[in-house]
């Protein structure tokens, strides 16, 4: 597991891109498909900013998490979001996009010191190799060093049974015109 640089944002970005195609959360925040890699853009700058982006050896595989603990606006984190807004989400849908990430945040642990699994990416045709899992292992295993749990989201139910088998329980659901699940792994 490495630590990406800045240099491996077009990579990461393919990989997300490519991943997250069809995904329910994914695509509700973007105005169409086409914008999927500018949301990407957004969430990996965010991810340097706000908390880690990893990808495995082989770059086949990656995760941009947030520690809630450095979450403070700045003018850079202001400038991305407006980006966001204006490039990625469109005015039009912006209204329902915060509302969702409104919830979402009210939903995500208020007690307990946790890093957030916001993306994790896996190139297509390896999905279902046991990568994502040895890799999501390794962020697991770094971060209980420094938690107490890892949080994440997921709309995709064929995802549900991995998180699950890692350790991961459900303890929201919300919707919004889908299903977005909520899991933690107390450390």
Not at 86 to 112: A, C, H, M, Y
Not at 155 to 178: D, W
Request: glycine letters at 6%; proline letters at 4%.
């Amino acid at each position: 597991m490495i630590r990406a640089k800045k240099e491996d944002i077009p990579k990461l970005v393919a990989l997300l891109t490519a991943s997250f195609e069809d995904n329910k959360s994914a695509n509700f925040a973007v105005k169409n498909k086409k914008s999927l890699p500018g949301l990407f853009e957004y969430s990996i700058a965010k991810g340097f900013l706000f908390g880690d982006v990893w990808m495995n050896d082989d770059r086949t595989v990656c995760a941009i998490l947030l520690d809630p603990k450095k979450k403070k606006p700045g003018i850079q984190s202001v400038l991305l979001d407006l980006q966001l807004i204006f490039k990625v989400v469109g005015l039009s849908r912006i209204k329902k996009v915060l509302k969702k990430e409104d919830i979402t945040e009210q939903t995500l642990p208020q007690n307990v010191d946790y890093i957030h699994l916001w993306f994790l990416g896996v190139m297509p045709k390896l999905q279902g190799n046991g990568i994502g899992t040895l890799f999501l292992q390794e962020l697991i295993e770094y971060y209980k060093a420094s938690k107490e749990a890892m949080c994440l989201e997921t709309s995709t139910l064929v995802n549900i049974p991995f998180y699950e088998k890692q350790g991961f329980s459900r303890y929201a659901t919300k919707y919004f015109g889908f299903e977005f699940f909520f899991y933690i792994k107390q450390f």
